[in-house]
């Protein structure tokens, strides 16, 4: 990716001459003056995924044009460019406002570009294989002793990948990030069924008769996600003591019904509950 | 293969780690966790959004996960589906949209719970990755 914090001379439709410095990024003003297209073609592109292609190669064609404009920025990332399309593309769906709304549009392509680098950095390092980086490091790393650093990194994430693999089905961790695969195929309720993974004793009981209470995990307030927003999974504070036992996710320790959260968690099977929505 | 014999913990996971049976610190080195990340609903709202899983075993569970007929099901899916054989890329991304919060708390929880070697060596590994996301995480969100 590039980074690509840039102070161009005007920000492109700025319509100002402020020098707040800005970052190249596709929010329909730029690219309605890039493309030379009416903002309703260009919404229309954005939130049809099939014309998202279309607006990703207008940007590739205008790419030397936009390293002129932008100061500091030398190329343009192509996926880096699918997936900020992606995302404004999902949002401008959930709301169309969003249209209009650049400042919020420019905040969420941000965190999302962050977020694309992060995860970027995260796989690199963490690659057993050295994949991605593998070439750059055989031509960088002459020197032996490096090059056997790098070697043992690679062996360590092996081991360490290969240990969460073999980690037992009941491990809470395995649940978790189950849970999150669900959530990002759209099935929320997941979230819900994470606290059931968890079972702590009541800390009000004797040691000896230690009652299993499946806890929630903000302690019982909410058990389910609100289609508006995801929450960290919001685990059990550890300071209520160690003596947990762990089990495997058990469909009769499921909340009724009523103890269902508001708003309601969706059911399954309802139209649209396993689309996408709104991350 | 490499020999994983560090904790990277925090000072609190540390007196965890002490407490527990001298047998099973042995042969365990504690490096302390000194990064600090605070993370938002946003960033992990958009890292799960960012998720591309390609891996075929995780893409069959995922048309289970949509058939299920209600979340009893889905629970069962969950309950019986193991990580083996699932690719290392995909559960990386899944460790990277879960984040360090929930992965700190899971370390918390089950690190007093050791009973094993291997109960240490999984809060290892939970740790080395925790590790990495939060240099990732610091050094891209800001």
Known sequence: MSDIISQPEKAPNSGSDSTEIESFLPTPDVLSGLLGKEDAEIFEMYINASKRAELVDGIMEHEEDLCNRYE??????????????????EQMIKDPSMQQNIHEL??????????????????????????????????RIKDSEKGAGDKEKRSLWKKAW?????????????????????ISWG?????????????????????????????????????????????LPNLPDPSRG?????????????????????????????????????? | MHMMTELHLTAAETKLFNALPSELQDGWTVVEETQKF??????????????RLKDPKLNAFKEQVKNAKDQNEVANL????????????????????????????????????????????????????????LRSFINNYS
């Open chain 2, 78 to 133: 969950i309950s019986e589906f193991d990580l083996q054989n699932v690719a290392q890329p995909d559960l990386a991304k899944l460790f990277f949209a879960l984040g360090t919060e929930p992965l700190s708390k899971i370390i918390q929880i089950t690190l007093p719970k050791a009973t094993t070697d291997k109960d240490i060596e999984n809060v290892a590994a939970l740790s080395l990755i925790r590790n990495a996301l």
């Open chain 2, 38 to 51: 605070e993370d938002t609903d946003r960033n992990v709202r958009t890292r799960i959004s960012i998720i």
């Open chain 1, 162 to 182: 290969d240990v969460v693999t073999w980690m037992p089905r009941n491990h809470p961790i395995i649940t978790t990030i189950l849970a999150i695969a669900a």
């Open chain 1, 106 to 139: 420019r905040e969420i392509l941000t965190v999302t570009r962050q977020s694309l680098a992060a995860e970027r950095q995260f796989l690199e390092e963490t690659d057993p294989n050295g994949a991605g980086e593998k070439e750059a490091a055989l031509s």
């Open chain 1, 187 to 231: 099935a929320y309720v997941v979230w819900g069924l994470l606290s059931e993974a968890l079972i702590i004793p009541n800390p009000m009981t004797g040691a000896a008769e230690v009652a299993e209470t499946v806890v929630a995990p903000t302690g019982g307030a909410v058990t389910g996600i609100p289609q508006a927003e995801i929450a």
């Open chain 1, 72 to 89: 500091g920025l030398d190329n343009i990332d192509k996926l880096e460019m699918e997936s900020l399309i992606d995302a404004a593309g």
């Open chain 1, 242 to 279: 160690s003596s947990y036992l762990l089990e495997p996710l058990n469909i009769n320790n499921m909340p009724p019904p009523s103890a269902t959260p508001s708003p309601p968690m969706p059911d399954i099977g309802t139209p649209g509950f396993f689309e996408r929505g709104p991350l």
